[in-house]
């Protein structure tokens, strides 16, 4: 199974902020790479695939980039709603295999 | 809108059984994969299995701390997909949630996820 690993596992910044969280799969996945937002108490909900697009109603501050092992998910601006945990998840192969994720704080 | 709906959570003892439902509505059910994937409390997610559909034979395939245990299932006339657990550990406790992969218009999937359910909870536990 590929491995995912996420960095940092928690991080808290202003409102404001640029926020980047990291992801490296333990082998090249091109960019088979999809990004995961969940709210306390919710289920998640995908807010970036196939690297960088994102999904239907996701605010633009919201970006991906990367492709091999690499990808990075970043926040332009960080607003109070961000307050979340991310999680990233490859779909180059079976079994999809998601990162231990990055908890979000609002300073 | 395309929605899921887990049910049959609840309290259950090491060794036993419990089987959950996904009732799925607003997509073409027989036609879409469905996955389960669990959350135990406070940490990440880890994928539990997949069921296909008719065109593929309804093939399974599990996570190897589940195979063996863990039976997924699917009633296409009632748009429903069931993960039947046996042998239940401690360890298994979690929130389990059924979600199903992206299709696109030519009817290819990726396996990203969306919708998912609002999960529901095992707990194994004497």
């Known amino acids: 199974d590929i491995q995912m690993t996420q960095s940092p596992s928690s991080l808290s910044a202003s409102v404001g902020d640029r926020v980047t969280i990291t992801c490296r799969a333990s082998?090249?996945?091109?960019?088979?790479l999809n990004w995961y937002q969940q709210k306390p108490g919710k289920a998640p909900k995908v807010m970036i695939y196939?690297?960088?697009t994102l999904q239907t109603g996701v605010p633009s501050r919201f970006s991906g980039s990367g492709s091999g092992t690499d990808f990075t998910l970043t926040i332009s601006s960080l607003q109070p709603e961000d307050l979340a945990t991310y999680y990233c998840?490859?779909?180059?192969?079976?079994?999809?295999?998601f990162g231990g994720g990055t908890k979000v704080e609002i300073k | 809108e395309m929605q899921l709906v887990e049910s049959g959570g609840g309290l259950v003892q090491p060794g036993g059984s419990l089987k959950l439902s996904c009732a799925a509505s607003?997509?073409?059910?027989?036609?879409?994969?469905m996955h389960w994937v669990r959350q135990a409390s406070g940490r990440g997610l880890e994928w539990v299995g997949h069921?296909?559909?008719?065109?593929?034979?309804?093939?399974?395939a599990y996570a190897a701390s589940v195979k063996g245990r863990f039976t997924i299932s699917r009633d296409d006339s009632k748009n429903t997909a069931f993960l039947q657990m046996n042998s239940l550990k401690t360890e298994d406790t979690a929130v389990y949630y059924c979600?199903?992969?992206?299709?696109?218009?030519?009817?290819?999937?990726?396996?990203?996820?969306?919708?998912w359910g609002q999960g529901t909870l095992v707990t194994v536990s004497s």
């Open positions: 082998q090249s996945i091109s960019t088979y």
């Open positions: 069921i296909r559909g008719k065109s593929n034979n309804y093939a399974t």
């Open positions: 196939a690297t960088s």
């Open positions: 607003g997509f073409t059910f027989s036609g879409s994969a």
């Open positions: 998840q490859q779909s180059y192969s079976s079994p999809p295999t």
């Open positions: 979600i199903r992969p992206y299709y696109d218009s030519s009817g290819q999937s990726y396996n990203w996820f969306d919708p």
